[in-house]
């Protein structure tokens, strides 16, 4: 979904709302969560809401999309904000939900995702390339541990 906002400093912006979510596993006695890699750098698995969708739907779908996986909704995490500038000024929010793994295969993501593995919580905390992300993954290892 996105929505179009008064430009800044000359430039046109939109809003763009995403959805997306932290889908994991219990193995070795820990969480092993899945992520994607993008253009060379690893993230959680995202994209664009579409009209009317719940966020819910959104992040489930992506989630499946891009790592091949399904998930039972366990809760949500929280969001991020940001913003970027490609050929105009993008203000980003991303509603993020946590996911048990329940089945599908790593090999069914989408031509989107240049790769998805499996890492351990630790692992995950320090690859992701995204802070904002990195704090949506400790919130979904609290909520874990709970």
Do not use: Q
């Not at 763009?16 to 253009?39: K, M, N, Q, T, W």
């Not at 993020?96 to 993501?109: I, K, N, R």
């Amino acid at each position: 979904m996105f929505v179009c906002v008064e430009g800044c400093l000359g430039l046109a912006s939109e809003r763009l709302v995403s959805a997306g979510g932290v889908i994991y596993r219990v193995a070795d006695g820990g969480f092993e969560v899945a992520l994607v890699r993008v253009r060379r750098v690893w993230c959680l698995p995202k994209g664009l809401v579409e009209e009317g969708e719940p966020f819910e739907r959104a992040a489930l779908r992506e989630v499946r999309e891009e790592t091949g996986l399904d998930g039972r909704l366990v809760g949500r995490i929280g969001e991020t904000n940001y913003s970027f500038v490609r050929d105009r000024r993008y203000f980003k929010t991303v509603h993020f939900f946590l996911f048990e793994f329940v089945g599908g295969s790593l090999d069914a993501h989408d031509r989107e995702v240049d790769e998805v593995r499996w890492f351990p919580i630790g692992e995950a905390e320090r690859v992701l390339a995204y802070a904002g992300e990195r704090t949506v993954l400790l919130g979904a290892e609290k909520m874990l541990r709970g």
